[in-house]
């Protein structure tokens, strides 16, 4: 038995088909009982020839049916059309009466076009069928009735092996609410959520509102835990503006989708002139910024990128990578101390980086209240190397990546990067080379950052530890906050401090909760949320400026500049240098006295100092 839709079944099944229309068509034209035998017979072999002939050239024997589509539809157009041409002009030659066998033919022509289309379009037919059979569907509920919504909906008419059944929209817009798209009513607004999906037995939703503010996509989260229906969103504004969006790419909701802020995307064409065909140096290319850094840069194609880093293991991954993303590239991995001055001077000399990416520091907040010294020394004489380095050897650009927690910093970590923020202002006056600095908050997914603890936690079925309920942070995702720093490089650059838009602050608790319900519990049910205290060092809130310090806007919309603080730049290189021997001395009572001396605004928190502090997260 011949496979349905094989070249030989569409081959017999059209001479049937052929044979049938010129039937139907003298039929159709002749009196009854008709005397159409002797015609038909004389007619009937030319036409299959050329038809199957014609069928052939227009490639009726090599599509896959089951996809059959409109294009398919013309290529039986022209082929039958062309075919019945050439039978015409052959019948015409032969017989005396044109108009009858003109509108005979013409008959056929179009019998033609409705059988050969059909015998394609049935297996396409067949499968929707087959797969229309699906059963039981999730009953759906689209949130946003704008483009993004009308694109899911019709992929899911499209696809209906998926199972699913689209109820109806939400949408908070009031001139849309009753009508409807693909025939599917706008149901309500989004305060309606729980009552329409209790009514209508919802099973999903999917949020479909690609510019929604995190404040939105939390209250629909919200919303849905207390209904306890899962819940998907689509991708973002450039997947709906290019009409990228299937229903492959609608996706589980992830806690950057929480902050709603709209995706940076880099500027290729405003830093290559900085950064294409530069020899880059990325310190703490190993870590979670650093490496995102280099993967960045890389697409600018630098002449050469310097990894640099006193963690092995990270470095050397983030090297792998690049090297089997970019064959071509000149990477060089360095495992190098920046507190070494003799070999940071090195590698300076022998490199001569033109463009410095300053990631490397000493970051864990507690950690470093228990190690005061080792961050003095890190953050700032490790910094001061660089810097002196990248004077002496003419680096173009350099850009100190800085903290939020340097602001009227109660930790040691925040006074070390505030006096790294300081030193560009010793080294920018009197060189050539371009100091700045970039400012930013927490950053999703970084390695100590409470998103990857709250996931540790939730799987091992809580608790979740929050260190107090009014507890707030910024937060950035860390490819935007690298393409905010990468871009920072054409602002300009003498000794300045770039702040970074983080969008609205974030309550800590709120995210717990949200990361528990996209896991699928019920906070403080299933999971519970237990608030630890604030750690040493740690503020209740995070700020972006100094008390003394402004803000004026730059070319980028997302990219602001403080304005700098006013002091003695002989008074502060001696005071680093004092503060800098204190902590090679090892004398961390003596270090944190001087950190005050520096910077008056610096008021230490200091208490429970322990190692369970440590283990905690805010």
Same mark, same amino acid.
């Given at each position: 038995?011949?496979?349905?839709?094989?070249?030989?079944?569409?081959?017999?099944?059209?001479?049937?088909?052929?044979?049938?229309?010129?039937?139907?068509?003298?039929? $159709?034209?002749?009196?009854?009982?008709?005397? $159409?035998?002797?015609?038909?017979?004389?007619?009937?072999?030319?036409?299959?020839?050329?038809?199957?002939?014609?069928?052939?050239?227009?490639?009726?024997?090599?599509?896959?049916?089951?996809?059959?589509?409109?294009?398919?539809?013309?290529?039986?157009?022209?082929?039958?059309?062309?075919?019945?041409?050439?039978?015409?002009? *052959?019948?015409?030659?032969?017989?005396?009466?044109?108009?009858?066998?003109?509108?005979?033919?013409?008959?056929?022509?179009?019998? +033609?076009?409705?059988?050969?289309?059909?015998?394609?379009?049935?297996?396409?037919?067949?499968?929707?069928?087959?797969?229309?059979?699906?059963?039981?569907?999730?009953?759906?509920?689209?949130?946003?009735?704008?483009?993004?919504?009308?694109?899911?909906?019709?992929?899911?008419?499209? %696809?209906?092996?998926?199972?699913?059944?689209?109820?109806?929209?939400?949408?908070?817009?009031?001139?849309?609410?009753?009508?409807?798209? %693909?025939?599917?009513?706008?149901?309500?607004?989004? +305060?309606?959520?729980?009552?329409?999906?209790?009514?209508?037995?919802?099973?999903?939703?999917?949020?479909? $509102?690609? &510019?929604?503010?995190?404040?939105?996509?939390?209250?629909?989260?919200? %919303?849905?835990?207390?209904?306890?229906?899962?819940?998907?969103?689509?991708?973002?504004?450039?997947?709906?503006?290019?009409?990228?969006?299937?229903?492959?790419?609608?996706?589980?909701?992830?806690?950057?989708?929480?902050?709603?802020?709209?995706?940076? %995307?880099?500027?290729?064409?405003?830093?290559?002139?900085?950064?294409?065909?530069?020899?880059?140096?990325?310190?703490?290319?190993?870590?979670?910024?650093?490496?995102?850094?280099?993967?960045?840069?890389?697409?600018?194609?630098?002449?050469?990128?310097? *990894?640099?880093?006193?963690?092995?293991?990270?470095?050397?991954?983030?090297?792998?990578?690049?090297?089997?993303? +970019?064959? &071509?590239?000149?990477?060089?991995?360095?495992?190098?101390?920046?507190?070494? #001055?003799?070999?940071?001077?090195?590698?300076?000399?022998?490199?001569?980086?033109?463009?410095?990416?300053?990631?490397?520091?000493?970051?864990?907040?507690?950690?470093?209240?228990?190690?005061?010294?080792?961050?003095? #020394?890190?953050?700032?004489?490790?910094?001061? +190397?660089?810097?002196?380095?990248?004077?002496?050897?003419?680096?173009?650009?350099?850009?100190?990546?800085?903290?939020?927690?340097?602001?009227?910093?109660?930790?040691?970590?925040?006074?070390?990067?505030?006096?790294?923020?300081?030193?560009?202002?010793?080294?920018? #006056?009197?060189?050539?080379?371009?100091?700045?600095?970039?400012?930013?908050?927490?950053?999703?997914?970084?390695?100590?950052?409470?998103?990857?603890?709250?996931?540790?936690?939730?799987?091992?079925?809580?608790?979740?530890?929050?260190?107090?309920?009014?507890?707030?942070?910024?937060?950035?995702?860390?490819?935007?906050?690298?393409?905010?720093?990468?871009?920072?490089?054409?602002?300009?650059?003498?000794?300045?401090?770039?702040?970074?838009?983080?969008?609205?602050?974030?309550?800590?608790?709120?995210?717990?909760?949200?990361?528990?319900?996209?896991?699928?519990?019920?906070?403080?049910?299933?999971?519970? $949320?237990?608030?630890?205290?604030?750690?040493?060092?740690?503020?209740?809130?995070?700020?972006?400026?100094?008390?003394?310090?402004?803000?004026?806007?730059?070319?980028?919309?997302?990219?602001?500049?403080?304005?700098?603080?006013?002091?003695?730049?002989? *008074?502060?290189?001696?005071?680093?240098?004092?503060?800098?021997?204190?902590?090679?001395?090892?004398?961390?009572?003596?270090?944190?006295?001087?950190?005050?001396?520096?910077?008056?605004?610096?008021?230490?928190?200091?208490?429970?100092?322990?190692?369970?502090?440590? &283990?905690?997260?805010?």
């Amino acid at each position: 038995m011949f496979k349905n839709g094989s070249p030989i079944f569409l081959l017999i099944t059209d001479i049937a088909l052929i044979s049938l229309a010129l039937m139907l068509a003298f039929l $159709i034209q002749s009196e009854w009982p008709p005397n $159409i035998y002797l015609p038909y017979t004389k007619i009937l072999p030319f036409a299959i020839l050329i038809r199957l002939i014609t069928f052939r050239f227009f490639g009726l024997y090599k599509g896959i049916w089951r996809y059959t589509g409109v294009n398919e539809f013309f290529s039986v157009f022209k082929a039958v059309s062309i075919g019945s041409g050439i039978i015409i002009a *052959l019948v015409l030659g032969l017989e005396r009466r044109v108009g009858y066998f003109v509108s005979v033919l013409t008959i056929d022509w179009m019998l +033609n076009i409705g059988f050969i289309s059909a015998s394609r379009f049935m297996p396409r037919l067949m499968a929707q069928f087959r797969k229309s059979s699906y059963i039981p569907r999730a009953r759906v509920l689209i949130i946003g009735a704008g483009d993004a919504g009308e694109m899911v909906a019709k992929e899911i008419i499209k %696809h209906p092996e998926l199972a699913y059944k689209v109820i109806g929209f939400i949408d908070d817009e009031p001139k849309k609410l009753g009508k409807h798209i %693909h025939n599917f009513k706008v149901l309500g607004t989004r +305060n309606d959520i729980v009552n329409i999906a209790r009514r209508e037995i919802i099973d999903k939703v999917i949020i479909a $509102i690609p &510019s929604a503010p995190g404040a939105v996509v939390r209250d629909i989260v919200a %919303h849905c835990e207390k209904i306890k229906v899962k819940f998907d969103i689509v991708p973002g504004v450039y997947e709906i503006i290019t009409g990228d969006v299937s229903i492959n790419q609608i996706r589980e909701v992830k806690p950057e989708d929480l902050l709603g802020r709209e995706t940076v %995307h880099l500027d290729l064409a405003g830093i290559s002139p900085y950064l294409g065909g530069k020899r880059v140096l990325v310190t703490g290319a190993g870590g979670s910024i650093g490496g995102e850094l280099c993967r960045q840069i890389t697409r600018v194609n630098p002449s050469q990128l310097i *990894l640099l880093d006193h963690n092995e293991n990270g470095v050397y991954y983030v090297g792998r990578d690049l090297s089997k993303e +970019n064959p &071509s590239l000149a990477t060089i991995t360095l495992i190098v101390d920046i507190k070494d #001055k003799g070999r940071i001077d090195q590698i300076f000399a022998d490199y001569r980086p033109e463009i410095v990416f300053h990631a490397a520091a000493h970051k864990h907040v507690p950690l470093m209240e228990m190690n005061p010294v080792e961050a003095v #020394k890190n953050n700032v004489a490790g910094t001061r +190397n660089l810097m002196e380095s990248a004077v002496r050897y003419g680096t173009e650009r350099f850009l100190l990546i800085s903290t939020d927690k340097a602001v009227n910093p109660t930790s040691i970590m925040g006074a070390s990067k505030r006096i790294a923020e300081l030193l560009m202002q010793l080294y920018v #006056k009197d060189s050539a080379t371009n100091f700045a600095a970039v400012r930013f908050g927490n950053v999703l997914g970084s390695e100590g950052s409470v998103v990857p603890l709250f996931k540790k936690q939730i799987a091992e079925k809580g608790p979740l530890t929050v260190t107090h309920p009014d507890a707030t942070r910024y937060f950035m995702t860390i490819p935007e906050a690298v393409s905010l720093i990468i871009q920072a490089l054409n602002l300009g650059g003498r000794g300045e401090v770039f702040l970074l838009d983080m969008g609205q602050p974030i309550k800590i608790v709120d995210l717990a909760r949200d990361m528990i319900t996209l896991s699928g519990f019920e906070p403080d049910r299933e999971i519970k $949320i237990e608030f630890t205290g604030l750690r040493p060092g740690e503020k209740l809130f995070e700020e972006l400026l100094t008390a003394t310090e402004g803000t004026t806007a730059t070319k980028h919309r997302q990219i602001f500049k403080a304005t700098p603080d006013i002091f003695d730049r002989a *008074l502060l290189k001696r005071d680093i240098k004092k503060l800098t021997d204190l902590a090679e001395q090892g004398d961390a009572g003596k270090t944190i006295a001087k950190l005050k001396e520096i910077m008056p605004n610096y008021q230490p928190n200091r208490e429970k100092i322990t190692a369970e502090s440590l &283990s905690l997260t805010t």
